[in-house]
Nanobody
Framework: QVHVAESGGGSVQTGGSLRLSCVVS????????MGWFRQAPGKEREGVAA???????EYADSVKGRFTISKDNAKNALYLQMNSLKPEDTAMYYC????????????????????WGQGTQVTVSS
């Protein structure tokens, strides 16, 4: 059974930083793609950042230069370092994984991921 679990959410003020972590149980096989997604109340889930099995990364325009996705193969872990946070970054953040995620030139399509965590809340106050 695949298990995906996020941690590290919380509340910060504008300009602050948070680091999200995710452990993926299928990660013993390194040929997977992993990503971070977020969903704010009343909005659709959107892709934030993804990292492929060859370490290719992709970011949403709204977070480029502020967020960094990384992984630790030894720990089966995925991370999202979020700096210069803004109130519009407030959302539930989800970790997702799958064996293949590059579709139509992007790795940020939520429909392409099969395995999802329960989410961790990030709240940025002004």
């Amino acid at each position: 059974q695949v298990h995906v679990a996020e941690s590290g959410g919380g509340s910060v003020q504008t300009g602050g930083s948070l680091r999200l972590s995710c452990v993926v149980s299928i990660y013993t096989d390194s040929t997977i793609c992993m990503g971070w997604f977020r969903q704010a109340p009343g909005k659709e889930r959107e892709g934030v950042a993804a990292i492929d099995s060859d370490d290719t990364t992709e970011y949403a325009d709204s977070v480029k230069g502020r967020f960094t996705i990384s992984k630790d193969n030894a720990k089966n872990a995925l991370y999202l370092q979020m700096n210069s946070l803004k109130p519009e970054d407030t959302a539930m953040y989800y970790c997702a994984a799958d064996y293949w995620c590059l579709v139509d030139g992007t790795r940020l399509g939520a429909n392409e991921y099969v395995y999802w965590g329960q989410g961790t809340q990030v709240t940025v106050s002004s």
